[in-house]
């Protein structure tokens, strides 16, 4: 079974569709619960299943199989199904808490480089005014 490249997958309770990979490759984080899922791609019938993403942070695999449509104007009269399919890739999942852990580590490193330029800026001004004020304490004694 061939791939679609570009397919358009979209989840009913979001706004947010996904393309798939050239090979028909997909992923979609979602968390556990019932959705209805819908993939399209340009000369294929649309398909729509209801997916259950199971507790637990296992991830599950869901694949989709379209069907070539053909209208009026293409291939009209042809009765050749050709099938190929959208597959959800076969990723190794990854935990909620490492995308947590990740997200925490990134702020905080952020909040440190933001907090080494206020100091850095600090240094480089507080040097400036001395150097302006020696100079002014220069050219007094030298009158």
Same mark, same amino acid.
């Given at each position: 079974?061939?791939?679609?490249?570009?397919?358009? *997958?979209?989840?009913?309770?979001?706004?947010?569709?996904?393309?798939?990979?050239?090979?028909?490759?997909?992923?979609?984080?979602? *968390?556990? !619960?019932?959705?209805?899922?819908?993939?399209?791609?340009? !000369?294929?019938?649309?398909?729509?299943?209801?997916?259950?993403?199971?507790?637990?942070?296992?991830?599950? %695999?869901?694949?989709?199989?379209?069907?070539?449509?053909?209208?009026?104007?293409?291939?009209? !009269?042809?009765?050749?199904?050709?099938?190929?399919?959208?597959?959800?890739?076969?990723?190794?999942?990854?935990? *909620? %808490?490492?995308?947590?852990?990740?997200?925490?580590?990134?702020? *905080?490193?952020?909040?440190?480089?933001?907090?080494?330029?206020?100091?850095?800026?600090?240094?480089?001004?507080?040097?400036?005014?001395?150097?302006? %004020?020696?100079?002014?304490?220069?050219?007094?004694?030298?009158?």
């Amino acid at each position: 079974m061939l791939g679609i490249k570009g397919a358009e *997958i979209i989840v009913r309770k979001y706004n947010h569709p996904v393309k798939s990979a050239s090979d028909g490759d997909y992923w979609r984080l979602l *968390i556990p !619960g019932t959705y209805f899922v819908t993939v399209q791609a340009p !000369g294929y019938a649309p398909v729509t299943k209801e997916v259950i993403v199971p507790e637990g942070g296992t991830a599950a %695999s869901y694949n989709f199989e379209l069907e070539r449509s053909f209208d009026a104007g293409n291939d009209a !009269g042809s009765n050749t199904k050709f099938s190929s399919e959208v597959k959800m890739g076969n990723k190794k999942p990854v935990s *909620i %808490s490492l995308i947590i852990g990740l997200t925490v580590i990134c702020t *905080i490193a952020l909040a440190l480089a933001v907090a080494l330029m206020v100091m850095v800026v600090k240094k480089f001004k507080r040097s400036k005014d001395n150097v302006e %004020s020696g100079y002014v304490a220069v050219q007094s004694q030298s009158d």
